[in-house]
């Protein structure tokens, strides 16, 4: 399933990287923690997170993760989304928490 199909089937909202929603989703990563996404998460994921900060595209762009998806309306500052449409990663955003979001995403997955 494309990025696109995820993003439109959980009305999610695009922030940034709109030209990169036809990215494969193989899965879901739901992590705070840099260190574990980094460890973890596998390509072609949506990760889900409450970071904000400009760390988290590096780490996406090295783990090559479809999406960043921030969880209970979080939005980063501008220079983080400059980052995303440098690096070439889409970054989305939902009112939702983490356990709700990744919840219908898994099940999004299984069908």
């Known amino acids: 399933m494309q990025t696109k199909n995820v993003v439109q089937q959980l009305s999610l ?3 940034a990287g709109a030209q990169f929603l036809d990215k494969e989703v193989t899965g879901g990563y739901c992590s705070d923690l840099l260190s574990d996404v980094m460890g973890n998460a596998c390509e072609g ?8 900060h400009k760390n988290i595209m590096a780490v996406a762009a090295l783990k090559e993760v479809a999406a960043i998806l921030l969880v209970k309306g979080l939005r ?5 989304l400059t980052l995303a449409e440098e ?3 889409a970054v989305l955003s939902t009112n939702q928490s983490a356990f709700e979001v990744a919840g219908k995403l898994y099940q999004l997955l299984r069908e």
Do not use: D, K, M
């Open 45 to 52: 994921e949506i990760w889900i997170t409450l970071q904000t």
């Open 76 to 80: 980063p500052a501008a220079e983080v």
């Open 13 to 15: 909202q695009v922030l």
């Open 87 to 89: 690096e070439g990663i």
